[in-house]
């Protein structure tokens, strides 16, 4: 454990990527106790610039509310479809690729066919159409994200497993009588953890930028505010009230990169072997 | 004596930080001279490697020498630079590598890459080149060189791949040739060959040859000069003769003492006794390829009609080249490969027949040892765990199986408290140790070591085999040892089957498949053993 932070330190991108994301988890979280009040509420008089009054030092949007207070409570939002959506997606990939990966055959073939039916579909317009049908809610665009995220996971672990089963150790347990479940589980599955994790953090970073990409169209949860929506909201007004874009933008585009810095990090850290030269 | 082409003095190359030592060369000195053969030997990790690399301006990124100089027609070749160098390499100083697949380019012909060495150099017109090439090719005996011109790498075997290496090398008739383990990746005959060839071409030339190896065989068969290497340290350096029959230095008469030698006992253990494993008539075909509709599938014949028997306590050895389908047939024994055609039988049951539980159940009764140390055990998994995984499988519970495990790891020299470790705290023998424990653990009566000391280091590798005596003693284990290596095999088999090209050509006595050989491959293969003569001069004189 030191030793990976020994190593994941030497790349000093991840680090500050670890910072950004620590600021915006914490931003989330204390959200409820800085900005009691509802994000939506109107709070000041609408177009307030930024810095012009202490007390809203973002200013205020077209209907008069908080900008700060809706970033906070945005970041809510995309912090949990983030990890919800890829932790969903990450239970319906690992399996589904795990068993493709170990049996080969006719169940490889049959669970490869069912990924790459999701994978030609453009997966932001079958997230719109899931999303339109299911109706707008956070459960419905967590789900969608799920639905359209899971298969690079299948395909990553089916690989990852291909190679593994082959291992004289996985050999070494079918000789001793252990079950196929019980080998993949404890043979295959902890072996594959490092490619996942470094594979899960982009994949936040992905999800993250899907349902502000879904808010952004009006297709967000109506009752919660997020990063996309305001920017959503903005758009008609870009040239008389920049800072209404500008700031959803800037946390979007922060958070995005922390989690890609932090992904990069993880790889180095957990690939030592693969890492780059020269650092 | 009196010219060296090369001398290396005082040089220290220092690892990174964190490494198992601080010096990977630590004040070596040596001389390469005209026209000789110096072979460097040492097992892996004694920094062998490392002075020629360092000539060669080869070193890894954080490894840099840090004291000494090697001197090389007066100047010093660690205060060259990189162009400087370049100018040298190839020109003045040649180098073959261990794998002649990864050295040699796949996409490129013969002809080209050879070629390409006099391009490097700005030498002779085109249409030279490829009539160079071709002289290059005959005088390093490539089979019909006007085909080989016009080859790629794949489309050769693994010894004319290191034939072509070697033209290459020749090509602008350098003063030193350094060969790095250039015969560890090939069969025994093969090897001969070009030990044979590299043997002929420096007296031809008249160079020098630096020969960097971990096989002291293959020193009693090359060697002028020999130089022993040791923790990054030269031991002991001398004539060939000095050396391999008058070692001075402990770990010279260590290493020599470890080498399996040919001498094998008459007596024949477990002849007399019932059969454990009765096979016939083993049959395994591999169909590939085939191409766009199916036409001229590649069909190789991997084992054909292969029938033994193997007694209770006995060892039977099962040699060959690589290809000659020794590990398929230990594999479809176990059905980790389905065996096309015929009986195994085990126990009462027919092991080549058996599906889901009863399969589950019979391979109780025998189990496998695993070649690489590194790849056998689960990097995620406790030794502990490892061990006991099988019998939990088998319904013994954890409490008992663990105490088992304690008392296996005992059993092949370890400390119990191994249990509580994750495999990458051991070295390979030790990884190899518990592989046996975990073989250990479900009682089998018969055991299948495939390879199972090939990728260990000499001294290690005599320590292992002497485990495997003593626990088959011990346990009246049946052993069925697969090897390429005929010393081992001699060393630890009751019985010997060889094979070649997926048939058994002969099956008899240890004693007698050494002295008395039947069938010409089998002679042809030992005649291949490196240091053969020196071995028998041992045995007749003491």
């Known amino acids: 454990m030191k030793d990976f932070w020994k190593r994941y330190s030497r790349n000093r991108g991840a680090v500050i990527g670890l910072v950004i994301l620590a600021i915006v988890v914490v931003v989330a979280i204390l959200a409820p106790l800085v900005f009691p009040q509802s994000p939506w509420r109107m709070v000041q008089r609408p177009f307030l610039p930024p810095l012009s009054m202490d007390q809203y030092p973002l200013g205020t949007d077209a209907l008069g509310r908080d900008v700060m207070a809706g970033l906070a409570y945005g970041a809510q939002v995309s912090l949990l479809v983030g990890l919800v959506s890829t932790v969903a997606a990450l239970l319906i990939g690992i399996p589904i690729g795990a068993l493709a990966g170990y049996f080969g055959g006719w169940a490889d073939d049959a669970l490869m066919r069912f990924t790459e039916f999701f994978q030609t579909v453009p997966s932001f317009a079958l997230a719109i159409v899931l999303v339109a049908i299911f109706q707008p809610s956070i459960y419905s665009i967590i789900a969608a994200i ?71 169209l009006g297709l967000g949860d109506p009752n919660m505010m997020s990063w996309g929506y305001m920017i959503g909201a903005a758009r008609t007004v870009i040239r008389q009230a920049w800072w209404l874009s500008f700031f959803p933008g800037v946390a979007i585009l922060l958070t995005v990169l922390a989690l890609n810095l932090i992904g990069e990090g993880l790889n180095d850290a957990l690939n030592p072997r693969l890492a780059r030269k020269g650092k | 004596m009196s010219n060296p082409v090369l001398s290396i003095r005082n040089l220290r190359i220092a690892l990174p930080e964190g490494a198992d030592r601080e010096f990977a060369v630590d004040d070596v000195s040596y001389d390469l001279n005209k026209g000789e053969i110096l072979c460097i030997v040492g097992e892996s990790g004694s920094g062998k490697s490392m002075s020629a690399n360092a000539m060669m301006g080869l070193l890894p990124d954080l490894v840099r020498p840090v004291g000494g100089e090697i001197m090389f027609d007066g100047i010093d070749l660690l205060t060259l630079s990189e162009n400087q160098l370049m100018d040298l390499r190839g020109r003045r100083i040649a180098m073959i590598f261990q794998e002649p697949m990864s050295a040699l380019n796949p996409l490129m012909r013969i002809e080209d890459q050879i070629a390409e060495v006099f391009e490097a150099h700005n030498l002779l017109s085109p249409k030279e080149r490829s009539a160079r090439a071709l002289e290059l090719l005959k005088e390093v005996g490539i089979p019909d060189p006007e085909k080989a011109m016009r080859a790629y790498p794949f489309q050769l075997s693994g010894g004319q791949r290191q034939r072509v290496m070697i033209a290459m090398a020749l090509a ?106 009765e096979v016939e008539g083993l049959c395994k075909t591999y169909v590939t390829g085939g191409g766009f509709l199916g036409r001229n599938p590649r069909v190789v014949k991997a084992v054909q009609n292969v029938s033994f028997t193997l007694a209770e306590g006995e060892t039977l050895g099962i040699v060959g080249e690589s290809g000659s389908g020794k590990s398929s047939v230990g594999r479809c024994l176990v059905r980790l490969m389905e065996p096309d055609e015929g009986m195994v039988r085990l126990g009462g049951h027919d092991m ?44 013994v519970s954890k409490g008992e199986a663990y105490a088992n495990a304690e008392r296996l790891l005992e059993l092949v020299g370890l400390d119990a408290s191994a249990i509580d470790r994750y495999p990458h705290e051991f070295s390979g023998g030790q990884r190899q140790r518990i592989g046996i424990a975990r073989a250990l653990a479900l009682e089998p009566r018969v055991i299948i070591a495939d390879e199972a000391v090939s990728a260990l280091d000499v001294s290690i590798q005599a320590q292992v085999l002497d485990l495997l005596a003593e626990l088959k003693e011990r346990l009246n284990l049946a052993l069925i040892f697969i090897t390429h290596d005929l010393r081992v095999a001699a060393q630890i088999c009751d019985r010997i089957a060889v094979m070649q090209k997926g048939e058994v050509v002969e099956l008899g006595p240890a004693y007698d498949i050494f002295n008395n050989p ?11 053993i490196p240091g053969r003569e020196k071995d028998l001069a041992a045995v007749t004189v003491g």
Do not use: C
């Open chain 2, 172 to 277: 602008l008739e350098p003063e030193i040739l350094i060969a790095d383990e250039p015969t560890t990746a090939l069969d025994v005959t093969t090897q001969a060959q070009i030990l044979e060839l590299i043997r002929e071409l420096q007296k031809k030339h008249g160079m020098a040859v630096m020969f960097i190896t971990h096989d002291f065989g293959v020193v009693a068969e090359i060697a002028d000069r020999v130089a022993v290497m040791q923790y990054g340290r030269i031991v002991e350096a001398g004539t060939a003769d000095e050396v391999l029959d008058n070692p001075s230095h402990d770990y010279t008469k260590k290493l020599i003492a470890a080498i399996p030698t040919l001498a094998t006992d008459q007596a024949v253990a477990g002849i007399d006794k019932a059969p454990v494993l």
């Open chain 2, 518 to 528: 039947k069938s010409g491959y089998t002679r042809s293969l030992i005649e291949a």
């Open chain 1, 146 to 216: 799920a639905i359209v995220s899971w298969p690079p996971v299948a395909r990553l672990v089916r690989g990852e497993v291909l190679s593994l089963r082959s291992r004289e150790y996985v050999e070494a347990a079918i000789l001793s009588g252990q079950k196929s479940g019980t080998i993949i589980m404890r043979q295959v599955l902890p072996n594959t953890i490092s490619p996942i994790i470094v594979l899960a953090s982009l994949m936040v970073a992905t999800a993250i930028l899907l349902e502000s990409s879904l808010s952004f």
């Open chain 2, 352 to 395: 080549a027949k058996l599906k889901g539980e009863a399969l589950r159940e019979a391979r109780k009764s025998i189990q496998m040892i695993f070649q690489d140390p590194y790849a056998s055990l689960n990097p995620r998994s406790k030794i502990g765990r490892i061990i006991a995984e099988g019998p939990m499988a088998h319904g």
